[in-house]
C-alpha cells in the first residue's frame, strides 16, 4: 500500500504564561501540566508523516480564538482552527464575521463548547443555543461536539433540529472504554450516525483506557462501532496531543489508529487520514 497522506484532526495548544488551563488539575493530569506549543508538536508531526493539522480550543475564553488563528496565520502545519465564542450571546452572528476578519481569520474551521462540563444533559436544546448553532451554521462553520455518553441523545436531537450544521464528534464521544463496557455509549452514537449531517472523530481513546496498560485490542471494539455507525467517509483521524500524552506519545497514537483502521481499504483508510477532515473542514489539500 503507498503512503498515505495524514492530516492530524484534533491537537491543542496552550501557553500556561498567557493563560492558566483549570482543567489541567490533580496528579492524573500533571504530565500535562506545562506549556506546549506548535513547536513542540511540529517534530513529532513531521515524523510521523502528518500534512496538516486542526488546532482546536482548550477553554472557554474568548481571548483564546485570535491567539489560535493566529498561530495558524504564521503556521506551514495548521490549516484549520475550532475555536470558542459564546454561543447564547445575541451578537454571536457578528462575533463570528469578527473573528473570520482577523489574521489567520481564513482558517477557523469550526467552533466547540465544553458540553461535556455542563450540568444539563440538554444544555443543547437550549432555544439561546440553538440560536447560536444556527448563527455557526450561516457562517459556513461546523460544530464540534466534546460530550459524554449520557449527552449523545441531546447531540443527536439538536443535529436532526439543524440539519443544515454539520456536527463533528470528538473523541466518539468518549466511550467507557476503560470500564470494557459499550452501553449506553453505542446505543447513542448510532442514533447520532444516523444523521446525515454528522461526522467522528477516531480520537481521545488511548485516554478513555487505561493509561498504563491499554493495547489496541482494547480499543478496538469502540472504533469498530465507530467505523460501522458513520462509515470510513464520516470519520477523521486526530491526535488529541498533548492530552494523549497521557497514555500514548504521538506516533504511538498514530500507530494504533493504523491498526484499527488495518481492515479498510486504501480509498476507505485515505477518507480517515485525510479526506473526511479535508472536506469536512474545508482545508487546504494536503501535500503527499
Partial sequence: MTALPVIDAHHHVWDLAVRDQEWITGEELAPIRRTFTLADLAPEARAAGVTATVLVQTVTVAEETPELLAIAEESALVAGVVGWTDLTAPDVADTLATLRALPGGGRLAGIRHQVQGEDDPGWL????????????????????????????????????????????????????????????????????????????????????????????????????????AFGPGRLMFGSDWPVCRLAAGYAEVLGAARELTDRLGEDEQRSVFAETAQRVYGLRAPAV
Fill in 125 to 228: 436544546l437550549r432555544p439561546d443555543v440553538l440560536r447560536g448553532l444556527r448563527a455557526v451554521a450561516a457562517a459556513g462553520l461546523v460544530y464540534d461536539l466534546i460530550v459524554r455518553p449520557h449527552q449523545l441523545p441531546a447531540a443527536a436531537r439538536a443535529a436532526a433540529l439543524l440539519p443544515e450544521l454539520t456536527f463533528v464528534l470528538d473523541h466518539a464521544g468518549k466511550p467507557p472504554v476503560a470500564r470494557r463496557t459499550t452501553r449506553p455509549w453505542a446505543d447513542g452514537l448510532r442514533a447520532l450516525a444516523a444523521l446525515p449531517n454528522t461526522v467522528c472523530k477516531l480520537s481521545g481513546l488511548v485516554t478513555e483506557a487505561d493509561p498504563d496498560s491499554w493495547t489496541v485490542e482494547d480499543l478496538r471494539p469502540y472504533a469498530d462501532t465507530a467505523i460501522e
